[in-house]
């Protein structure tokens, strides 16, 4: 009976916190379960993870490695190195006309980092904040594991999939919203909302007393219009961006905030205790990326490609209806034609085509059953040969 009871007390000293029961990212079990057909001698087209196949611009590697020889790599202030954030600041000049204070940037561990830290200095535990479906999983899960709850509001092709005011409004009349967070262009839609329709939809949250978070991580991605920042649309927004779209610098796991300034001490103590800093060789090369601007507007130039190849391509192959992809470089695909379960959609076309692409039920817990989500990301060689494979399994 004894070793019964200090067995359970054993458990319970192991059991995970409820915090820590959230979804799996389906993305990375999906890249995983390509790696071990690829260990088995299969060739696997990528088109799961969200993550160029380019390298880091020229600059940002040459600044790292002289950083390295150089000897010492030391701690940098919570917000980030003083240079690289005057080096953000007068990139929204350059890109945008907007002049901002450095003052008001962080530099964050990639937008994940930012994330944790925006809603922890924004929100309460119980805070009800709104996220459109489909959108990126990780905007669900991380609220739910700080006790936040998240609000999922559908999208239409009425409104080409993007959050209009009225919709925000109409569930913050049904249970009031904290906070709302918006992506342009969007992940896994990729579609795009004008600087009239974002800004309408900032006015319509400030007035009701919503707080705005913008992820603009794609932005310099975009092929319908130029991206508008939410920066300049109001002082009151945060927005987060990241060095690991546009500038392929993934793995290195830099991003930024531009954060309201009450914000700025509060999320600098945050940043202190949780994090210290960013790591400094990701900042040095992350500062030296702005000079890598030709070498990633070819690379865009790739993705323009492989956007064309897919939107032509995937018809013929049998997939003839996705939603808007004006910018990053998603193409969502309804497959409902052909299945009720993406999951098992994609699992079957990785197992038999080889093509490793993410089932719609990992953005969307409504109706993604129903979608699957392709990144073109690599070559235009293996956007071609993707076509052909699904044309082929398919058939």
């Known amino acids: 009976m004894l070793d019964a009871t200090v067995g359970h007390r054993a458990g319970n000293l192991l059991a995970a916190s409820g915090r820590s029961d959230v979804p799996p990212f389906m993305v990375m079990d999906v890249m995983a379960a390509a790696e071990r057909i690829e260990a088995a001698g299969g060739h696997v087209i990528h088109m799961e993870v969200g993550q160029p196949a380019a390298a880091a611009p020229k600059a940002a590697i040459a600044a790292a490695r002289a950083a390295l020889e150089g000897g010492r790599i030391d701690y940098t202030s919570a917000l980030g190195i003083p240079s690289l954030r005057a080096r953000i600041a007068r990139h929204y000049r350059d890109a945008y006309g907007f002049t901002l204070d450095a003052g008001r940037i962080m530099v964050t561990t990639g937008s994940s980092g930012a994330f944790i830290l925006a809603f922890l200095a924004m929100f309460e535990p119980g805070d009800r904040v709104a996220v459109t ?174 956007r064309r190849i897919l939107i032509e391509g995937l018809p013929r192959a049998g997939l003839a209806r996705f939603l808007p992809a004006d910018g990053a470089f998603y193409l969502y695909a309804d497959v409902s034609d052909f299945t009720s379960d993406s999951f098992e959609f994609a699992k079957t076309m990785l197992e038999q085509a080889h093509v490793a692409a993410t089932p719609g039920v990992d953005f969307d817990p409504i109706h993604g059953r129903d979608f699957i989500r392709f990144c073109y990301a690599r070559s235009a060689e293996d956007m071609r040969e993707a076509v052909a494979r699904i044309a082929r399994w398919l058939g």
């Open 133 to 306: 479906v489909p959108g990126y999983p990780p905007y669900r899960h991380i609220l739910t594991a700080l006790g936040c709850e998240p609000v999922l509001i559908e999208t239409s092709s009425e409104n080409r999939h993007a959050l209009t005011g009225e919709a925000l409004l109409a569930a913050h009349r049904r249970a009031p919203l904290r906070g709302v967070l918006v992506g342009s262009p969007a992940n896994p839609t990729g579609t795009m909302m004008s600087r009239q329709a974002l800004s309408d939809l900032m006015t319509a949250a400030q007035d009701a007393g919503i707080r705005f978070i913008s992820d603009e991580i794609y932005h310099g991605l975009d092929y319908a219009f130029p991206a508008a920042t939410a920066a300049e649309l109001s002082p009151h927004a945060l927005v987060i961006n990241s060095f690991s779209k546009y500038f392929c610098m993934t793995g290195w796991r830099v991003g930024w905030m531009v954060v309201p300034e009450p914000l700025v001490r509060p999320i600098e103590r945050l940043q202190q205790n949780l994090a210290i800093s960013v790591p400094t060789l990701s900042q040095i090369a992350a500062e030296a990326a702005f000079a890598g601007a030709a070498e990633m507007e070819a690379i865009k130039a790739g993705y323009l490609e492989n």
